[in-house]
Antibody, heavy 123, light 109 residues
Framework: EVQLVESGGGLVKPGGSLRLSCAAS????????MSWVRQAPGKGLEWVGRIKSKTDGGTTDYAAPVKGRFTISRDDSKNTLYLQMNSLKTEDTAVYYCTTVVLVVPGNWFDPWGQGTLVTVSS | SYVLTQPPSVSVAPGQTARITCGGNNIGSKSVHWYQQKPGQAPVLVVY???DRPSGIPERFSGSNSGNTATLTISRVEAGDEADYYCQVWDSSSDHSYVFGTGTKVTVL
């Protein structure tokens, strides 16, 4: 069974940092493109960023609101995805989901999703 | 950046058909995917590539995409279908970004 389990969420002050983790199992993690998607309280889904598999270059792309502040990385030996969040703002408060990117030209979609971890940025 | 617009809410009686639209500029040229999200839960893929269903998703869920509008149709609506629904596309022209629609709350009367 494919499983994605996020951890590392919590309360952090504006300007602070936090690192989220996503433990993957049930599939060949090293071959997968992975993504983070967030959802502010009572709001819709917002793509945060994506990392390709190392075979495909391991490069990252980010949404404009987080570019330069957030960094996605992966440790294929531990089947784990990370999201390093720096210079956090109150508007970064959200549930952060880890998800696998399914690649079929021309569409990319997300399946499955983890259960999410809540990040609260507040003084 | 590419924008996807959905109606905020759709209400439907049990057994009837719910149609949720997703509007975007020439969206018919893109591949559209749909997610269902129930309160307190993670999103679940219900339709991909405009009209295909993942295994385990009932045939009552179907999709179409043409022109400037994609549509998710839920036939014979059940109480358990009450949820938020989001459309999504991959915008290859915009920093390879992934775009979600604004979301639609489906209420079963």
């Amino acid at each position: 069974e494919v499983q994605l389990v996020e951890s590392g969420g919590g309360l952090v002050k504006p300007g602070g940092s936090l690192r989220l983790s996503c433990a993957a199992s049930g599939f060949t993690f090293s071959n997968a493109w992975m993504s983070w998607v967030r959802q502010a309280p009572g709001k819709g889904l917002e793509w945060v960023g994506r990392i390709k598999s190392k075979t495909d270059g391991g490069t990252t792309d980010y949404a404009a609101p987080v570019k330069g502040r957030f960094t996605i990385s992966r440790d294929d030996s531990k089947n784990t995805l990370y999201l390093q969040m720096n210079s956090l703002k109150t508007e970064d408060t959200a549930v952060y989901y880890c998800t696998t990117v399914v690649l079929v030209v021309p569409g990319n979609w997300f399946d499955p999703w983890g259960q999410g971890t809540l990040v609260t940025v507040s003084s | 950046s590419y924008v996807l617009t959905q109606p905020p809410s759709v209400s439907v009686a049990p057994g009837q058909t719910a149609r949720i639209t997703c509007g975007g500029n020439n969206i018919g040229s893109k591949s559209v995917h749909w997610y269902q999200q129930k309160p307190g839960q993670a999103p679940v893929l219900v339709v991909y590539d405009d009209s295909d269903r993942p295994s385990g998703i009932p045939e009552r869920f179907s999709g179409s995409n043409s022109g400037n509008t994609a549509t998710l149709t839920i036939s014979r609506v059940e109480a358990g279908d009450e949820a938020d629904y989001y459309c999504q596309v991959w915008d290859s022209s915009s920093d390879h970004s992934y775009v979600f629609g604004t979301g639609t709350k489906v209420t079963v009367l």
